[in-house]
């Protein structure tokens, strides 16, 4: 759990989530302040820049809508269950503009290759994992869908390779906790780290969950004290929505504890207990009154420092908005949150309402499917913190646990250059978490331009290099980025070339090679508007390094090992 202290993120307290302050919020993004960034050590424990300006943006110039914004990455996305509303799609002039043809989106894979530069070599790892079916992996990984993910079978492709049972497998970016979750189920020690607070609560969850019974026994114990207190918490919601965004306050997340909750582990968590906040207006529109108060109940009531309850956040997280009968509210997509000004719209326009859904019931069914399979055995690590110290945090955490401290693989997916927010897509779920969406945003390195991302990706990559074997292999998904807020994106194009000349190779690490995958198009989010829609980003490219020669052997040789397929597993898996 350890954070510096300098990047500590704020919980949303007071009026901090109303109306007003994502009004603010969004002119701030509009006057795009620039901040000229310093050198510091990545050991001086300060937020290190070099050459970097440090923008915040509006996310969505330069785009027809944020649904045209986002559908412009490349990796997984989580897949809606229902297609987007005639109303959230694109303009017919965006989704013309985005079909324009782009030379990657007419080459085929042998033009492809000819994007590398010549001097790089390619390794040849057949791309297997695109032709797995669509939730091949542990059923606990579409727990809560998250912006470019990548899917657990590309995580098992070099997991397989490159790894034997009880090997340390590490993501410094691990977002959902895809590769920490898919080590764990087989059988390695998954950890991973992200600077996002929501990605460590779908980290840890996932990597160090609670029995089956633990988390139905609690399911139960939160139904009957909702009983119990139901009337004082209905009462509560009917007063927020006669007068949406007011000044009423709710209880914080995590300051009531319900009985069973293991109180005491509060005090040393990661996220103190903050003082009673009002409910944003976008919030209070989300939700059917009866659903707002049992959110309220249950968001006051879960503990994300105890096992149990921050698997149940977590579960809570990944069915609060979507477009089936399994989410809490209708208004938007599974994927990412529409903008709260596009809540406000989107409900004086249509008049809509959210229907009546019973937060209980539906956590039941989500957990019945998360539960198909069983926990992984194996328990992993979940740190929360600057990927530029994860190094050093990782093996801190591995020597505790008593563990070997250093991985033989990485297999992890950087932030895109200026391409997803993760605070700002996230706004509902964090208010949900307790935290502030912009405060995230402006913590993350998901901003940078090419130089500055440079040199991120050299700290990151130098940080690291204390928690890798001699023979590690690192396996760095790194998307190409063609448009920039609607310009070409400077350096985008060849960023996986980029990051090896200028911040891997300059730390020591050797190439084994660039693997490309085409862009997995049948599960592209675009894919909901047709084939023409959202070219901007077409190719993945897998950086492939290792610490040393014998590494680089190990990667080059084991690129072309068979493996199996088969899930769940059959038999024990070995190299
Ligand atoms: C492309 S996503 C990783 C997704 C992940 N592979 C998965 O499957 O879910 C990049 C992640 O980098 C995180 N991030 C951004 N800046 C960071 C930093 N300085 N340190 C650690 N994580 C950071 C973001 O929060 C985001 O979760």
Redesign the pocket.
Known sequence: MALNAARRVTRADGRGQSARSFARHTDRFARRQIQPGVLRSPRDGRRPVLDSVFSRHRPTEGCASEVDFVASLS??FDRLEMPIAPEERPSRAARARASAPSALSTATNSQLALHLPSELPSLEIEPEWKDQQRLWGHSFHPMCS??????ASL?HAFIARYTRPGDVVL?????????PLQACAEGRVGAG????P??HI?TGAKVDPPTKADVKIRLATLRLAWVASSGEWNALADRIVADPGSDVLVPAPGSRPISGTPTDRSASGSIPVRPDTSVPAEVTLAFHPRTLAQLLYLRAGLDPDDRTDRFLLATLTGILHGKSASYLSAVMPNTFSMAPRYVRDFVARTGFHSPERDAFDLLEDKLRRLYRQPPPTTRGIALL????D?GVRFREALHDRGLPERARLV??????LRV?K?GYYNWLRLWLLGYDASA?DD????AHHHDAYIV?MRE?LSGLRSALADDAVIAL?IGDVEMDRGRPAAGGVGLAESVWEMAAAPEGYRLAGIALDDVAAGRKMTKLWGDEAGQATKLDRILILATSEAGRRRAINGASLPIDWDWPPRRPRAL
């Open positions: 990796l997984e998250y912006l470019a993910s990548f899917p995580a993501d410094p970016f691990s977002g959902r906790g895809t590769t780290n992200d600077l996002n929501f990605a779908l913190g600057d990927a530029r994860a297999v992890s997916s950087p932030p895109y997803v993760y995230i913590l993350l390195d998901d991120f990151v998904v």
